[in-house]
Structure formats: C-alpha cells, structure tokens
C-alpha cells in the first residue's frame, strides 16, 4: 500500500488520479501523470475522464477547474440536518464518471482477499446510530488517547470509510477501503490481513470491541459511546 508512481516507482511528490486510482508523480502538465492524461495532484484533482488518455493541456485545464468537488471528494462533510435527512430522501448521485449510485449502496474494491471484511464494513455503514455518530467527525475528534496508541486510527479510518461511502459527489461509484484496511492490519497485530480469507463474525467482533475501546469505553456495563 505503500504510495509508488506507477511509472517511476517514485514515493515524492505523488498523488493519486481520483479515477483510475492510479499513483503518479508531479503536480504540472509536464509532469509522469498528466503525460497519460491523468492528474494526480490534491490541488489541480485531474483525472482520466476530463482528458481521455491524451494529456492535453485543455484537459488539464478542466480538471483544475474540478478542484472544489475534488476536495469535497477527498474529505467530505456532512452537517446535522444532512444527516436527518438521509434516510427521508433518497436520492441518487451521479460519479464524475457518469454512473449513477445511491449513496451509501456502493462497491468496496476487493484488493486480494479482503471480501469478508468489506461485506462487514459496508453492513456496518448502513447501521443509523452508528452511520450518524462517524458521518460527524465532530463527535470523537476531540476524544484523547494515551500517547503512542494507536487504536484511535481504526475510529479515524472508519469515519473517513464513512463519509466516502455516503458522499453524494462521488468520482466513481464504489470506494477503496486500503487505509481502513492497512489500519486493521496494523491495529489487529496482523490477525485480520487483506492476502488471506479471515472469518467475518471475528472480525465484526474484533472490529466492535476495538472500536468501543478506542472511544473510551470499558468492559462495564452502560460505559459506551
């Protein structure tokens, strides 16, 4: 998982393009991914669906121009009335791509072996006390952990599924969920991993309880986020 370009082989400077999902390098036209017509940098967001595979500058161009919703894809946010509202109006969302999706209804890349894991991750996103309480950063951002924990990264990487598989304004209709991934591989000592089938009610057990855990809470009874 480690972010390469995929032409050079180089980690600095390198970005991903937010369609094909690929890693380049550099940030200017010139530059290893705009020569395929991909762009990977966070703040000119450019991708193969605004320059076909030709790299052209105008295509270039477009993708700048797609900045906003590019940022709003790599972090988005949702207020407390939006998520009131989410299971009053379903709506469907068009990907930059073209394809059409119901937020919260979309794909989670299979990596290697990781399926048994997705199918828990994507049932858990459609529980609505616990969609609502991570679609809201503000609810655990200012929860404090003991120094060198690192248990706390698997309810950040969570929140951060979250709000992708919700995001009206995705650029494709399904999601990678390798952070998350990498955050259970490295939180579970290597006892959930994405090269080798786990079983998925201990991993749904394994996930609860870290998480519970990484809130605050206790093995008592009625000490729970």
């Known amino acids: 998982f480690e972010k390469l370009c995929s032409i050079s082989l180089s980690h600095i400077n390198v970005y991903a393009c937010l369609v094909c999902g690929k890693y380049f390098q550099g940030e200017t036209p010139r530059d290893r991914g705009a020569a395929g017509g991909h762009v990977g940098s966070a703040r000119s967001l450019g991708c193969c669906a605004a320059g076909g595979d030709t ?66 991750l994507q049932a858990l996103s459609n529980v609505p006390p616990l969609r609502n309480y991570f679609l809201e950063e503000e609810n655990y951002k200012s929860i404090q952990r003991p120094p060198g924990d690192i248990m706390f990264l698997l309810v950040q990487r969570f929140g951060e599924l979250m709000r992708k598989l919700w995001n009206p304004r995705n650029f494709k209709a399904h999601v990678s969920p390798h952070e998350m991934l990498q955050a259970v591989v490295l939180c579970s000592k290597k006892n959930f991993q994405i090269t080798k089938q786990g079983d998925g009610v201990d991993f749904l057990s394994w996930f609860l309880n870290a998480l519970h855990s990484a809130l605050g809470g206790t093995k008592k009874k009625k000490k729970s986020e």
């Open 55 to 120: 790299g052209d500058t105008q295509g270039w161009a477009s993708c700048l121009r797609g900045t906003r919703r590019g940022g709003y894809v790599l972090k988005p946010t949702f207020t407390a009335q939006q998520i009131t509202n989410l299971d009053k109006q379903a709506k469907l969302s068009r990907a930059y791509d073209g394809t059409t999706y119901l937020p919260g209804i979309v794909g989670l890349n299979n990596i290697k072996a990781n399926d048994y894991a997705n199918a828990v």
